[in-house]
């Protein structure tokens, strides 16, 4: 069923980019190298990226060029696998604790049913209604944070970083309205 | 070959959106259903899994739908055919539209079942900063994803496409001796004592066990490397 636009008082709005800011801009700067100057290194390497023993064991022979050039080339692939792409985990504990803080302060109701467990964009469609401009940045921020294959791409963290912050500037706007 | 009644929903489930049949289904070269609806195993709510193989095509937004979308050149990729869900679609999947000529191409590679372990232990070994401050349903929310991602893992290492959440589901509620055999996969994770734990808890949690959908287990076969 369609969710129509609410009326949301300015004080929840205001305590809902408060919490964003806070929780996860905070925590996702903490965790990645996004926003804040300063990169954060991966904190779990995949095995056989670099330095792993895969690696080693994929070292070249020089017997067969082809096989050198598909071996470089793979030990190519776990290099920029290891600065580029990260463990989902994070990105998941981030917002979930951010949607954590949402509910126990009871901005919004009815979340807790442990067989659905809600999802930020669920959130704003109570808040703000679903054909609403923000419910549709937090979709795709949404989706710039469900990675491929388990891991999310540094490009992709970055982006999301940059829509949850237009996020909380339209929400700072709309509580001063 | 998929019956008409996968077209049929696709339609019916596009034609409700803001975009249409014609520009999803008609510019993809290749589309195909796959998860738990697939296989009949869905629960009334469960969304269609479409993958669309289209060169020009973004994320399509439809509710009731989950889109992935590849261009040719990540089909044809080592990536791709390697990954799990590559495994899955060729298993399961069922096509509406195309050949798919890479299918005897794919194949479980060790990334994919590596980046399952990393995977897992990225979650247990982050756990314990995050686990006080989540919200009761949360906790329920990963114990059960880090009990379906064991399974997971547990059929990537012996190369057995993974079946759709469901048929897991089933799977773990139907055979309980499958507790220890977890518990042993979970003891093969590079993991410290309280990650180790924490993996035991969510397997033997009764929280995860939940009263499935009441179709029966579509694909028996793959619950035997869990018995043990």
């Known amino acids: 069923m369609k969710r129509k636009k609410r009326r949301t008082s300015k004080e929840t709005i205001r305590r809902v980019g408060e919490i964003l800011e806070e929780f996860l801009i905070g925590n996702l700067e903490s965790e990645f190298p996004v ?5 954060v290194e991966p904190a779990i390497q995949v095995d056989g990226q670099p330095g792993g023993p895969a690696e080693e064991a994929a070292e070249p022979d020089g017997e067969d060029v082809d096989e050198e050039h598909s071996d470089e080339e793979a030990e190519d692939e776990h290099d920029d696998e290891a600065k580029f792409y990260f463990d989902l985990a994070d990105v998941e504990y981030c917002v979930d604790v951010t949607i954590t803080e949402i509910v126990n302060e009871k901005l919004v109701a009815g979340y807790d049913d442990p ?8 959130i704003f469609q109570v808040l703000f209604g679903e054909d609403d401009s923000l419910t549709k940045q937090v979709e795709e921020f949404e989706e ?3 990675g491929y294959d388990d891991h999310v791409h540094i490009d992709d963290l970055e982006q999301a970083d940059k829509v949850m912050r237009e996020i909380v500037k339209e929400i700072e706007n709309r509580s001063k309205d | 070959m998929a019956t008409p009644q996968f077209e049929n929903r696709l ?15 008609g510019a993809s070269t290749e589309v195909v259903i796959f998860g738990s609806r697939a296989i009949g195993v ?4 469960s969304d269609l899994d479409v993958l669309l193989v289209n060169a020009n095509l ?10 992935v979308v590849l261009c040719p050149e990540e089909v044809a990729s080592s990536h791709w055919l390697g990954s799990e869900l590559a495994a899955h679609i060729v298993e399961y999947g069922k096509w509406i539209k195309g050949c798919g000529s890479w299918r005897n191409q794919v194949h479980i590679s060790d990334r994919a079942a590596m980046r399952k372990q990393a995977r897992i232990v990225g979650l247990l070994m982050r756990a314990p900063k995050w686990w006080s401050k989540l ?7 990963y114990k059960l994803t880090i009990r379906r991602e064991l399974q997971r893992l547990d059929l990537l290492r012996q190369r057995i496409p993974v079946p759709p959440t469901h048929t897991l589901d089933a799977d773990w509620v139907q055979h309980r001796s499958a507790r220890d055999y977890l518990v042993k996969v979970a003891a093969t994770l590079p993991l410290g004592p309280i990650a180790f734990e924490l993996a035991k ?18 694909v028996g076969c793959l619950v035997a490397p869990l018995r043990g």
Not at chain 2, 42 to 45: F, K, Q, S
Not at chain 2, 212 to 218: F, K, Y
């Open chain 2, 11 to 25: 339609r019916s489930l596009i034609s409700v959106s803001g975009t249409t049949y014609e520009k999803v289904v």
């Open chain 1, 115 to 122: 067989r659905k467990p809600p999802i930020l964009s669920e």
């Open chain 2, 58 to 67: 973004g994320r399509p937004r439809v509710a009731g739908i989950d889109f």
């Open chain 2, 201 to 218: 808890a969510c397997i033997d949690s009764p929280e995860t066990r939940f009263p499935l959908s009441p179709t029966p287990c579509a």
């Open chain 2, 135 to 141: 919200h009761p349903v949360f906790h329920t929310k």
């Open chain 1, 144 to 146: 710039l944070i469900s």
């Open chain 1, 35 to 39: 926003g804040a100057p300063g990169a």
């Open chain 2, 42 to 45: 869905n629960r009334p709510d």
